[in-house]
């Protein structure tokens, strides 16, 4: 089983509402009973948190996959010229729920949002803290908003930033607070406390779970978007990271989380 680093920590000062002890975790955390993955774009989940997902579907969990736009701006290397924003969103979102198929979640949304220009408004906020509380998670997974460059080759895209930006300010305060958006108490969604937050692409990670025996099952869910990908085999480099992010535990496969653990399981 795998193992999570988790230093103490001691009363968090000035900061009431979280100013407790966080205890100490050995062991890979158990699947979550329900848990919403959001992202800015369709693939960027099957490039990060595949695995996971597909580990959590066999034991069990109700998951949701939330594409926060369709990700019709494309690729410049693999859009065609004469494709336009309208006609590639029906080619990406089906291969997203495709994607999932794969993986074992039935339950996708896709917000709407435009691609290539998403901010972490108050109207996305807003619209994030809806689905938190109608889907009430246990865990929640997305991407770290703090980590603007990966090596000295890639620099994250700004829809990943700016989604998983409003993803956790929608986990705290928005979706537990009862009088932030109280339109939405109007709705009859009532205020929903999430257990924990996975955030992947951490600089500090400190929990890994294990995917050796559904590395098969991501880099097949991953192969789904085909417009995005061409003839492109993601299997070397997806073999590769998964390595890479096992690497500190001694594990053959892995995903690696900064997990912010928010209230008692």
């Known amino acids: 089983m795998a193992t999570v680093d988790h230093p103490d920590e001691a009363e968090i000062p000035g900061v009431p509402e979280r100013g407790k002890s966080s205890k100490k975790k050995s062991t890979e955390p158990r699947a979550p009973d329900r848990a919403i993955s959001i992202h800015a774009h369709p693939d960027d989940q099957e490039f990060t948190v595949g695995g996971t997902l597909a580990k959590w579907a066999r034991a069990g969990t109700s998951i949701v996959t939330v594409c926060i736009t369709s990700g019709n701006a494309g690729s410049n290397e693999h859009t065609p010229e004469s494709m336009t924003r309208e006609a590639?969103?029906?080619?990406?979102?089906?291969?997203?729920?495709?994607?999932c198929n794969v993986l074992g979640i039935s339950n996708v949304l896709f917000m709407g949002y435009e691609d290539g220009v998403l901010e972490p408004s108050i109207t996305l906020r807003r619209d994030l803290t809806r689905i938190i509380r109608r889907y009430q998670p246990d865990a929640i997974l997305c991407g770290d908003p703090t980590v603007r460059f990966y090596g000295a080759?890639?620099?994250?895209?700004?829809?990943?930033?700016?989604?998983?930006?409003?993803?956790?300010?929608?986990?705290?305060?928005?979706?537990?607070?009862?009088?932030?958006?109280?339109?939405?108490?109007?709705?009859?969604?009532?205020?929903?406390?999430?257990?924990?937050?996975?955030?992947?692409?951490?600089?500090?990670?400190?929990?890994?779970?294990?995917?050796?025996?559904?590395?098969?099952?991501?880099?097949?869910?991953?192969?789904?978007?085909?417009?995005?990908?061409?003839?492109?085999?993601?299997?070397?480099?997806?073999?590769?990271?998964?390595?890479?992010?096992?690497?500190?535990?001694?594990?053959?496969?892995?995903?690696?989380?900064?997990?912010?653990?928010?209230?008692?399981?």
């Open 153 to 265: 080759t890639y620099m994250n895209h700004p829809d990943h930033r700016a989604a998983a930006d409003a993803v956790l300010d929608a986990v705290f305060p928005s979706a537990e607070t009862r009088l932030i958006f109280p339109e939405l108490l109007d709705e009859g969604l009532a205020p929903h406390k999430v257990k924990t937050v996975f955030i992947h692409g951490s600089e500090r990670p400190d929990t890994y779970i294990d995917i050796g025996p559904v590395l098969d099952v991501k880099i097949a869910a991953l192969r789904q978007h085909k417009s995005q990908m061409g003839t492109w085999d993601p299997t070397e480099m997806i073999t590769m990271w998964a390595r890479q992010q096992g690497a500190r535990r001694k594990i053959k496969a892995a995903e690696s989380y900064r997990v912010m653990r928010l209230h008692e399981s």
């Open 88 to 99: 590639l969103a029906p080619i990406r979102e089906q291969e997203q729920r495709d994607a």
